[in-house]
T-cell receptor, first 112, second 113 residues
Framework: GQQLNQSPQSMFIQEGEDVSMNCTSS?????WLWYKQDPGEGPVLLIA?????ELTSNGRLTAQFGITRKDSFLNISASIPSDVGIYFC????????????FGTGTRLKVLA | NAGVMQNPRHLVRRRGQEARLRCSPM?????VYWYRQLPEEGLKFMVY????????ESGMPKERFSAEFPKEGPSILRIQQVVRGDSAAYFC???????????FGPGTRLTVL
């Protein structure tokens, strides 16, 4: 089936550093979502992207819908300890859908 | 806080037993989705239900798995005759409309011994 490749798989960074992660697909997507999952909890939606080239921010988080429509990027600026968690991208071929393909996640650890 | 509730949070079963996972959607939400998450993997869609109806069960194994969302009460994901490979975290999400943001519950972590 379709797969999303997320990278890096995990990363350790120092508090205050900026973080970048990305997600690539073999198919063209029309919607990209970015979620964060804290340990023992369910995912929480961070940012939703609906148009190629779209750049959207949510506080210190910025996500972009790649021009090729086969990738998306998430940046976190000035990381803090509570940014720890697993970040998932999810994509859909169709717009206005309930069914998304999820990436395998980027595990972020922030060293104080 | 009327978020999505799931219980139990942890469930241990022996091979061959039945597992019943419950999900109460957010207040006012009538659309429920179940996902499975294996260790080190992303979530995989299993089934989408609206009150009393299964809308899409394309991600659900054909055997041993069933889901319902009755008129009254929580949505139930039922796994009969569990096997070790069923060990995973099962998440429920709900939405106000089918194409709106899905809000996830905390998950049920099923361990099959």
């Amino acid at each position: 089936g379709q797969q999303l490749n997320q990278s890096p798989q995990s990363m350790f960074i120092q508090e205050g550093e900026d973080v970048s992660m990305n997600c690539t697909s073999s198919s063209i997507f029309n919607t990209w979502l970015w979620y964060k999952q804290d340990p023992g909890e369910g995912p929480v939606l961070l940012i939703a992207l609906y148009k190629a080239g779209e750049l959207t921010s949510n506080g210190r988080l910025t996500a972009q819908f790649g021009i090729t429509r086969k990738d998306s990027f998430l940046n976190i600026s000035a990381s803090i300890p509570s940014d720890v968690g697993i970040y998932f991208c999810a994509g859909s071929i169709t717009s206005g859908t309930y069914k998304y393909i999820f990436g395998t996640g980027t595990r972020l650890k922030v060293l104080a | 806080n009327a978020g999505v509730m799931q219980n139990p949070r942890h469930l241990v079963r022996r091979r061959g037993q039945e597992a019943r996972l419950r999900c109460s959607p957010m207040k006012g939400h009538s659309h429920v989705y179940w996902y499975r998450q294996l260790p080190e993997e992303g979530l995989k869609f299993m089934v989408y239900l609206q009150k009393e109806n299964i809308i899409d069960e394309s991600g659900m194994p054909k055997e041993r798995f069933s889901a319902e969302f009755p008129k009254e009460g929580p949505s139930i994901l039922r796994i009969q005759q569990v096997v070790r490979g069923d060990s995973a975290a099962y998440f429920c999400a709900s939405s106000l409309e089918p194409y709106n943001e899905q809000f996830f519950g905390p998950g049920t972590r099923l361990t099959v011994l």
